[in-house]
């Protein structure tokens, strides 16, 4: 059984910053250290789209579009995982959402960003950023 409470979402201006969490309760017969985990967002009116991957070996994958504002890190003695995200912009405001699921592949192989939700199978509830100018 797998369940993820994504939290810290809400408001901030252009170049302020949010942290996101995720509780995650993993109880499997694999340890919730083999899991990859990653963060989604579905902006207003678009698609969902991939954010940032971490691998339990601890490699990361970052869209294009926040690379060097957001990262991703994970502390398994508190399970939970986070998404900081410094330097905001307007384009960032979404509902954003926690992933799990076995590592299978690593990120080096992924595909395309379009690609990355088919590599989790539990997914959080959402939690609002709204980014204002």
């Known amino acids: 059984q797998v ?30 250290s083999d ?3 990653g963060w989604f967002r579905k902006p207003p009116g678009k698609e969902r789209e ?15 579009s926040v690379k060097g504002r957001f990262t991703i890190s994970r502390d398994n003695a508190k399970s939970t995982l986070y998404l900081q995200m410094d330097s905001l912009r307007p384009e960032d405001t979404a509902d954003y959402y926690c992933a799990a699921d076995i590592s299978t592949d690593p990120l080096r192989t992924w595909g395309p960003r379009d690609t990355w939700w088919a590599h989790f199978g539990h997914w959080g509830q959402g939690t609002e950023v709204t980014v204002s100018s």
């Open 3 to 32: 369940s993820l409470v994504a939290s810290g979402g809400g408001s901030a201006d252009t170049g302020g910053s949010l942290r996101l969490s995720c509780t995650f309760s993993i109880n499997t017969h694999t340890p919730a």
């Open 35 to 37: 899991y990859c985990m």
């Open 50 to 64: 991939g954010v940032a991957m971490l691998d339990p070996d601890g490699t990361t994958l970052y869209a294009d």
